[in-house]
């Protein structure tokens, strides 16, 4: 199965937040901002594998500040790290600087997708092979990421966790 970089599963997607977009503080409305998210989120994915991708997980979202009414919103996603049916998929979220036109990172998330066959069955995905230092960070942390999850839904041991290990016990 053929490799591919971060770069060649990145979605890049943009919004102006409108008012039906808003809460009562005139900010973007988080659930709005998941739905983005989850929206890019699946064309990474599909970028990665071309096969139908469904969410499997969220595993952070961080809400760093908020996005007022008309703020232009720019997300980007790309596949941190694959494994053997599901992909790690990184977003970052940026608005425009009114004054500046410049980009700024306002908030990021995290998603597990997992690939299915046309019965819903897992199926394997392509490698993903990190290229810049962010992406090598990315899919290093992805691993330990992964191996906390599957410890607190009860599916590995933690003295299985060899990547968890590292940080905690001197070799």
């Given at each position: 199965?053929?490799?591919?970089?971060?770069?060649?599963?990145k979605a890049v997607s943009t919004y102006i937040v409108l008012p039906n977009d808003t809460n009562d503080l005139d900010n973007l409305f988080?659930?709005?901002?998941?739905?983005?998210?989850?929206?890019?989120?699946?064309?990474?994915?599909?970028?990665l594998c071309g096969r139908v991708v469904v969410t499997a997980s969220v595993n952070n979202v961080s809400f760093k500040q908020a996005i007022p009414l008309s703020?232009?919103?720019?997300?980007?996603?790309?596949?941190?790290r694959s494994f053997t049916s599901s992909m790690e998929i990184f977003i970052d979220v940026f608005v425009e600087d009114k004054s500046t036109g410049k980009s700024?990172?306002?908030?990021?998330?995290?998603?597990?997708?997992?690939?299915?066959?046309?019965?819903?069955?897992?199926?394997?995905?392509?490698?993903?092979?990190?290229?810049t230092e962010e992406e090598k960070?990315?899919?290093?942390?992805?691993?330990?990421?992964?191996?906390?999850?599957?410890?607190?839904?009860?599916?590995?041991?933690?003295?299985?966790?060899?990547?968890?290990?590292?940080?905690?016990?001197?070799?």
């Open positions: 199965m053929k490799t591919k970089t971060p770069s060649e599963t988080g659930g709005k901002l998941l739905a983005w998210m989850d929206v890019i989120a699946s064309i990474s994915a599909y970028r703020s232009i919103v720019t997300l980007e996603a790309k596949v941190s700024v990172k306002c908030n990021e998330a995290i998603y597990t997708f997992v690939a299915v066959d046309q019965n819903g069955n897992p199926i394997e995905v392509p490698q993903v092979i990190p290229q960070k990315r899919y290093d942390a992805a691993l330990r990421r992964k191996q906390l999850s599957l410890i607190l839904a009860g599916k590995m041991k933690a003295s299985e966790a060899t990547e968890l290990k590292k940080l905690f016990l001197e070799e």
